[in-house]
């Protein structure tokens, strides 16, 4: 295959998967407001600092507010990391490799492409973002269908899911990180009654329900931070993810489970093996904030190695 | 031809229908269809507009969400643009279609056996058949590729060869040919995809005779190029990128052919072997199709700016150790002063008579010519010999007193870069106005693709039928506001 093919398939899997993620976590941000209780303010700002666009938004606008945050995070042309923008980009990707993906999944992702152009910011924000990211949200989940109904699962693939596992396992721990600090700062008192917004962190990554069957117990925000981070078979666990992306690898450099053949390799099983036998307990005392930055550092790790081990090795020529 | 106003047709999509003083391939006159026509006219005549306005909405969406577009670059910035679907087919009767098929084929080895011999032997120089002055001077004459030995002795593996009917004689006639990378095949599968599914009841069972079997024999062709045999040959389809206009085209035919797609910055020449950068390391690559104009291909032979190509391509080619389909400094062959001489092509390589005419063309490069071209240029078409795509041309009856004048400047500069030719009028086929809703009388060409193997040559039935939709334009071309129709041939009466 192809570095370039490769390459593409590895953002346009990336792109998909944030504008998915936006979008679940505006959709659930903005629902809280409608059944928020009175003891403390919904914050917007969280929203931003995750994107890590808090330079770009306060030079666009006054203050972070749901209107702003919406119309910033879902329609700015400007912001690169905005839900239009990635399925822009996922669109370009998937333009340059059509004769490599099916053609359900090009006429797939271009469907989407011309769906999310038509919708009117103006209007959409004056609706409420559900309908939007309701949009986004079956666009990816038939991508992610239609991939794994047309597409052999072969080394392209493996590019895919390393690409979408790698952008999960990132925007769970930023919104892990971002939501717990701002959380405890907010929140009254720990384990009070007033937990909607762990509910909507949970609800963001579609897992409430399996929280309800693991825990059988109220809110709780340690529980709720191990289950996204450590769960093993929950998908949008930072550990589910990360070891869907050592086991892409593998399977593209044909590597036994005991030993690695590049960087990025190393980097990811070194991240499974952590959270498989971390506790909660032991993360809370290293610090929750320095724990996740560290897997962040990883994952970025692994990004460029895999970049410089497929995408961009040196040809002697 | 019909001078006296015409009766006009009172039958549904068809009312008020027009001839016209132009060879109309659908009517006779005026709701009297043509004998190949009279199915189709049964069954679209019944069809009332709304009901074939929806049909064609559903066209369009589908082209859209295929995603076949083109890109135009008049703003400054691409655009993407639906290359403008019509929904009345072009019908072309069996016993045309042969001679058709005859002519080109006859026309494909002549041209073939022209390069071979200008790059190689350059016999046609001493029996003074043509000047050398005249082929060298050609604007895609290429030096660098004389004396080199193509594999199989193909350098027109694949040509678009663009027929007219001529109104006044009602026969086919060649307008030009493209024997360099001509695109537009892509079209001729898509449409035929999009109209089995818009109007599945306007084909009459087996009738029509099918044309999917392109890429299967265009991939035979290439892999029988590869200077490692057949078995092992790597091929590959040479694109300049996702902003060329025929994008779609590249990965459509690539997928087609499961072939891989290539730009020039995943190829690299090694040791005189072309390579592509895959994931685990370097490949061989052996046959290139190539979508990337001469110029363009090999920074190291032609332009020293271009980022399209490969750097070192031309000395792999030489050294045999990869084929290029089609061959380098084909252009030659396709130039429109040279295109007079291809019936003496004919003569000379073949021992033949020409099947299909050619247009009457005066070449300003020849002082007599230029003369006459000088004195008549307001009823004269003028082409600059190395352009394409409708660019470069005056048409003499249309054109302001303004640019008849600019363009005489530019031939008294340059007579060697212009040709004319007199005024054909295109024949016609109805075409469906969107704005007004109504059928009216458009012109049209006829590009059929020819694949040689350097034995045979196959031609797909029809072949891609573009359509001037401005009402009187007679540009066909996609970059200026044309559109294009499934073309049918129908089987023959065994």
């Given amino acids: 295959m192809l570095s370039r093919i490769a390459e593409s398939l590895f953002w346009l899997a990336r792109y998909i998967e944030r504008a998915e993620d936006t979008a679940r976590i505006l959709d659930v941000n903005y629902h809280m407001l409608l059944e928020q209780s009175q003891s403390y303010r919904l914050r917007w700002e969280p929203l931003i600092v995750m994107a890590g666009e808090e330079n770009r938004f306060s030079q666009l606008y006054g203050e972070a507010n749901a209107e702003n945050v919406f119309d910033f995070l879902a329609f700015r042309q400007d912001n690169p990391s905005s839900i239009v923008q990635c399925i822009a980009k996922a669109r370009e990707n998937a333009r340059?490799?059509?004769?490599?993906?099916?053609?359900?999944?090009?006429?797939?992702?271009?469907?989407?492409?011309?769906?999310?152009?038509?919708?009117?910011p103006r209007d959409e924000i004056a609706a409420g973002p559900h309908r939007f990211c309701d949009e986004i949200k079956f666009g990816a989940h038939r991508f992610h269908g239609v991939t794994d109904a047309t597409?052999?699962?072969?080394?392209?693939?493996?590019?895919?899911?390393?690409?979408?596992?790698?952008?999960?396992?990132?925007?769970?721990?930023?919104?892990?990180?971002?939501?717990?600090?701002?959380?405890?700062?907010?929140?009254?008192?720990?384990?009070?009654?007033?937990?909607?917004?762990?509910?909507?962190?949970?609800?963001?990554?579609?897992?409430?329900?399996?929280?309800?069957?693991?825990?059988?117990?109220?809110?709780?925000?340690?529980?709720?931070?191990?289950?996204?981070?450590?769960?093993?078979?929950?998908?949008?666990?930072?550990?589910?993810?990360?070891?869907?992306?050592?086991?892409?690898?593998?399977?593209?450099?044909?590597?036994?489970?005991?030993?690695?053949?590049?960087?990025?390799?190393?980097?990811?099983?070194k991240i499974v093996q952590r959270l498989s036998y971390d506790k909660m307990s032991e993360?809370?005392?290293?610090?929750?904030?320095?724990?996740l930055e560290e897997l962040l550092g990883m994952c970025g790790a692994i990004g460029d190695d895999i970049a410089r081990t497929y995408f961009y090795y040196a040809v002697v020529a | 031809m019909a001078s006296i106003p015409s009766p006009t047709v009172r039958h549904g999509l068809f009312e008020g229908y027009e001839t016209g003083n132009f060879y109309d391939e659908m009517f006779v006159a005026p709701g009297e269809p043509r004998p190949h026509y009279a199915k189709l006219f049964q069954k679209l005549g019944a069809m009332a507009p709304a009901q074939f306005e929806e049909r064609r909405k559903l066209a369009d969406l589908s082209f859209l969400i295929q995603g076949i577009t083109f890109t135009v670059y008049s703003d400054g910035q691409g655009t993407e643009r639906l290359f403008p679907f019509d929904l009345i087919p072009r019908i072309i009767p069996h016993s045309e279609w042969e001679r058709i098929d005859r002519g080109l084929a006859q026309r494909v080895v002549a041209l073939n056996l022209f390069l071979q011999d200008v790059y190689g032997k350059q016999r046609i120089f001493k029996d003074r058949q043509i000047s050398r002055s005249l082929v060298y001077s050609c604007p895609h004459f290429r030096r660098e590729v004389i004396g080199i030995e193509v594999p199989r002795g193909i350098y027109t593996h694949i040509c678009g060869i663009d027929l007219i009917r001529d109104s006044k004689t009602g026969e086919f006639c060649v307008l030009e040919d493209n024997v360099r990378t001509p695109s537009g095949v892509s079209y001729v599968l898509e449409n035929r995809l999009v109209m089995t599914r818009t109007l599945p009841d306007a084909f009459q069972a087996g009738e029509v005779l099918p044309v999917h079997h392109y890429p299967n024999e265009l991939a035979r062709i290439l892999r029988s190029l590869s200077p490692r045999g057949e078995d092992d040959g790597e091929i590959v389809l040479l694109t300049p990128g996702i902003y060329n206009s025929a994008y779609f085209e590249h990965s459509f035919l690539a997928q087609q052919m499961g072939i891989e797609l290539v730009e020039g910055r995943d190829l690299i020449v090694d040791g005189g072997i072309v390579f592509m950068k895959t994931i685990h390391g370097l490949k061989r690559v052996d046959v290139i199709y190539r979508r990337v104009d001469d110029d363009f291909l090999d920074s190291l032979t032609f332009r020293s700016d271009s980022i399209l190509g490969v750097p070192g391509l031309m000395g792999a080619y030489r050294a045999g150790n990869v084929a290029l389909a089609n061959a380098v400094g084909n252009g030659v062959a396709d130039d429109k002063a040279i295109y007079a001489y291809v019936p003496d092509f004919i003569r000379y390589y073949l021992g033949e008579d020409p099947i299909l005419r050619s247009v009457e063309t005066y070449i300003c490069a020849r002082p007599k010519d230029l003369d006459y071209v000088l004195g008549h240029l307001p009823e004269l078409v003028v082409k600059a010999v190395g352009e394409s795509g409708g660019y470069g041309m005056l048409i003499g009856p249309k054109a302001e007193a303004k640019k008849i004048e600019e363009f005489r400047q530019r031939i008294l500069a340059n007579p060697r870069n212009y040709i004319a030719q007199p005024v054909i009028a295109l024949s016609r086929v109805p075409s469906y106005d969107p704005a007004t809703r109504t059928v009216g009388g458009r012109h049209v060409d006829l590009r059929p693709y020819c694949l040689y193997d350097g034995k045979h040559v196959t031609i797909v039935p029809g072949g891609l039928t573009r359509v001037a939709l401005q009402r009187g334009s007679l540009v066909v071309n996609s970059s200026q506001g044309g559109g294009s129709k499934d073309t049918w041939v129908l089987r023959g009466e065994e």
């Fill in chain 1, 283 to 291: 993360i809370f005392k290293q610090g929750l904030h320095g724990y």
């Fill in chain 1, 151 to 269: 597409m052999p699962h072969d080394e392209g693939w493996q590019f895919l899911r390393i690409g979408w596992s790698l952008e999960r396992a990132e925007m769970t721990a930023r919104l892990v990180d971002v939501q717990y600090q701002n959380l405890l700062e907010e929140l009254p008192a720990v384990g009070s009654a007033d937990n909607h917004q762990w509910m909507a962190v949970l609800r963001s990554v579609g897992a409430s329900e399996a929280y309800h069957r693991q825990y059988h117990s109220s809110i709780e925000p340690e529980k709720v931070a191990e289950m996204l981070i450590l769960h093993p078979l929950h998908p949008r666990s930072i550990r589910f993810s990360t070891s869907e992306v050592r086991s892409g690898l593998r399977a593209l450099s044909g590597t036994g489970a005991d030993s690695y053949a590049n960087e990025a390799e190393r980097f990811a099983g």
């Fill in chain 1, 96 to 120: 340059t490799i059509r004769d490599r993906i099916s053609r359900e999944m090009w006429e797939d992702i271009n469907g989407l492409y011309y769906n999310v152009a038509r919708f009117n």
